[in-house]
């Protein structure tokens, strides 16, 4: 299969939403509401149209998970981030999204995901253009609009300033400008809450309700344990590929590199502020896991170990969701 999945060829696409559709079929048999209460203004709007509906809300999350790992898959191979045009990014995005039940549903990560990785997408690819007011007004407001779906994803802001020194020579009205792009949404939705007069209602229980909640450990079984400990090797040893000695090609792919690092130590950051112990709640994570995982894959000399590995991932998902 990673061999299969090595090469960007359009077979390859057809076969991953199928993967995809096999794991989902999990959450349609046993489906999970996420309750909206203390949910940010843009999820809580969303999930108001399925949160009567288990199906539909399965769904929707089965086809955001499909449409970001194509959206992902998009942002590896157009701006470089890999030596080699691969689907392997794609794949990795869907198991790591759909690795257990909790996970097979439309959380707000999952909605948030969508809008990062569209902002990470603009900031890529400002890289060496002659200026990028656009890429940068984008970049801010997609990060803001992502935090109101989630609002730890607030971590990811300074990715703005990030990505600019690492991908473009020092412009401060691009700085400036994607400040302004950020403060656009909050400025929409504060308004509103203000005219509605509950606006305490939004800073307490909506944005900083997830930081004075007491966190709540949910439990799981070993053989989830293993599937997440097996998860966490893979992506150890995929980033030592990337920091100790992986092929890591032209100077755009070095420093899309760098600005992913960066995201991955964003990502766990944004961990610490979530509500409750919860796997979903590493989604962020799957955005560079999948890029690395990917990278470490498509260098493995052996194909026979790259195989093995795929095998023992896959299977201990499988196992995970059965039990």
């Known amino acids: 299969m990673i061999r299969f999945l090595k090469s960007n060829n359009a077979s390859a696409f057809l076969f991953l939403?199928?993967?995809a559709i096999v794991i989902w079929v999990f959450g349609f048999f046993d489906p999970i509401i996420i309750p909206i209460k203390h949910a940010m203004p843009f999820y809580e709007?969303?999930?108001a149209i399925f949160i009567n509906s288990p199906w539909l809300s399965?769904?929707?999350g089965l086809l955001l998970v499909i449409s970001e790992a194509f959206l992902l898959n998009f942002i590896v191979n157009e701006n470089e981030i890999l030596t080699k045009q691969t689907s392997l990014p794609a794949l990795f995005y869907i198991l790591f999204m759909s690795n257990n039940k909790a996970m097979l549903t439309p959380h707000?990560?999952?909605?948030?995901?969508l809008f990062i990785l569209f902002a990470i997408h603009k900031l890529l690819?400002?890289?060496?253009?002659?200026?990028?007011?656009?890429?940068?007004?984008?970049?801010?407001?997609?990060?803001?609009?992502?935090?109101?779906f989630y609002f730890p994803f607030i971590v990811f802001l300074p990715l703005l300033v990030v990505g600019l020194i690492i991908l473009r020579p020092f412009s401060w009205r691009e700085w400036l400008i994607s400040f302004f792009g950020a403060l656009i949404p909050y400025f929409c939705v504060i308004t509103y809450y203000f005219w509605?007069?509950?606006?305490?209602?939004l800073f307490y229980d909506k944005m900083f309700s997830s930081?004075?909640?007491?966190?709540?450990?949910m439990s799981y079984s070993q053989s989830f344990y293993f599937m997440i400990g097996f998860g966490w090797l893979?992506?150890?040893l995929s980033m030592g590929k990337i920091l100790w000695g992986g092929e890591i090609g032209s100077q755009r792919t070095k420093k899309s590199i760098i600005f992913l690092v960066w995201f991955f130590i964003l990502s766990a950051l944004s961990i610490s502020l979530a509500p409750e112990i919860s796997t979903k709640y590493f989604s962020a994570l799957a955005i560079p896991g999948a890029v690395f995982c990917s990278n470490y894959f498509t260098n493995i000399k052996k194909g026979w170990w790259a195989e093995f590995l795929f095998l023992v991932l896959l299977t201990s998902i499988f196992i995970s969701l059965f039990v």
């Open 234 to 236: 893979l992506l150890l």
């Open 58 to 60: 399965t769904l929707i």
């Open 125 to 148: 690819s400002s890289y060496r253009k002659e200026n990028a007011y656009s890429q940068a007004f984008d970049a801010g407001m997609l990060i803001s609009v992502a935090t109101l």
């Open 17 to 19: 939403p199928l993967i």
């Open 45 to 47: 709007m969303i999930a």
């Open 211 to 217: 930081f004075l909640r007491e966190k709540d450990v």
């Open 196 to 201: 509605y007069d509950i606006l305490d209602y």
């Open 108 to 113: 707000p990560l999952l909605f948030g995901n």
